[in-house]
């Protein structure tokens, strides 16, 4: 248990479907990260936030929406998302997004199938 | 064009030996690098990780090792034990891009008893 908690852990959608995706961590960190990691491919950042402000969108389609309410919890919206989104979506967090030495801590991931 | 990269898809060491994976880096801004470790349906685990003012950094049986002219580093784990059989990742990033990691592809590390 890393305290980082994703969910669901697997989501199959259409492509007209809208879907969201959480994230939530009880360890009391201050910047929180998607990244996304498909088949082959390394891992990739999406999206930081750090005290609840987005700081990167590492020119993600808008089709993705992140939004990040508080601290502990961050979601990731989908909409009309394509087959090729099709990928294992991870969360993190981090004491804060500052220092590259502040350890990120990871949750399980959401192993999302567009159809 | 990846920054980090891991050329060794896979690794298959005997169980007591040395697990050497590898992993090369192209942005001469990286100075701090990072392994974590990746078991199946978990997320990534932080291993251990090394600045570019140090060549080499020790924990237990993980140590890495950073040649910073040949923009290379690597994590040996002795001696080897199944437990290890994992995912490792390699991940870079810069004081200035505070905590944004470049991660390499993985390796597969497959510890046989």
């Known amino acids: 248990e890393t305290g980082v908690t994703q969910t669901p852990r697997h989501l199959v959608m259409g492509m007209t479907n809208k879907k969201s995706l959480k994230c939530e961590q009880h360890?009391?960190?201050?910047?929180m990260y998607w990244y996304k990691q498909s088949a082959k491919k390394p891992l990739e950042l999406m999206f930081v936030y750090n005290f609840k402000e987005q700081t990167e969108n590492n020119s993600v389609p808008s089709r993705f929406s992140p939004e990040c309410p508080n601290s502990s919890h961050l979601f990731l919206h989908l909409h009309t998302l394509q087959p090729e989104d099709s990928a294992l979506y991870l969360c993190?967090?981090?004491?804060?997004?500052?220092?590259?030495?502040?350890?990120?801590?990871f949750g399980a991931g959401t192993r999302l199938s567009v159809l | 064009d990846q920054q980090v990269k891991q050329n060794s898809p896979s690794l298959s060491v005997q169980e007591g030996r040395i697990s050497i994976l590898n992993c090369d880096y192209t942005n001469s801004m990286f100075d701090y690098f990072l392994w974590y470790k990746k078991y199946p349906a978990e997320g990534p685990t932080f291993l251990i990780s090394i600045s570019s003012i140090k060549d080499k950094n020790e924990d237990g049986r993980f140590t890495v090792f950073l040649n910073k002219s040949a923009k290379h580093l690597s994590l040996h784990i002795v001696p080897s034990q199944p437990g290890d059989s994992a995912v490792y990742f390699c991940?870079?990033?810069?004081?200035?891009?505070?905590?944004?990691?470049?991660f390499g592809g993985g390796t597969r590390l497959m510890v046989k008893p």
């Open positions: 360890l009391g960190h201050n910047a």
């Open positions: 991940a870079a990033t810069s004081n200035n891009a505070g905590n944004m990691l470049t």
């Open positions: 993190a967090s981090s004491q804060d997004s500052g220092l590259a030495k502040n350890i990120q801590y």
